[in-house]
């Protein structure tokens, strides 16, 4: 059985049912709570998560698995599945805009903003945010990923949550 992430999506890639299932059960449950709340239905998010990862798979033989970020890959494809879940009601023009349509409008601007914040950050700042932020994985895991300590990564999340709250001011 592969043990790098690497090794896990070449064999992927190939068709590997253990490679498979271990990469679904590593990414499953973040891409969930990423859909979750994008959509605010556990039965959609869990629809979004299972064929995001389905997806996955599929392209895997037509990318590279040096170049590959799986989790970062496959929360992307969550991310588009459960937009293409989420109900938006259609409003016609010459009606005003209702508090929840207005606050959608808030939201999806404030997400624009932080995407554009997070891409003024550092490589290493953006990977430490991602991980930890939006993949929620433990300190101790980003350590071993990074080849740094626990302390290291606390300090590098904190250089990031700063500069990211500074960009976020100046847009």
Known sequence: MPTTETDLVRAAAARCPDAMTTLYRAHFGALQRR???ITGCPEDAADAAQDALLATFDRLPELDPEAL???A???TAARNQALKRRRVIAQPIDT???D???AHLEREELRRRVRDAIRELPERQR???FRADFEELPRDEIAREF???ENAIGQLLFRARRN???NLKLT
């Open 35 to 37: 859909a979750l709340a």
């Open 69 to 71: 970020h799986f989790g």
């Open 73 to 75: 890959y496959a929360t």
């Open 96 to 98: 005003p805009i209702e």
């Open 100 to 102: 929840d349509a207005l």
């Open 127 to 129: 990977r430490v945010i």
């Open 147 to 149: 080849g740094l300590n």
């Open 164 to 166: 990211l709250e500074s």
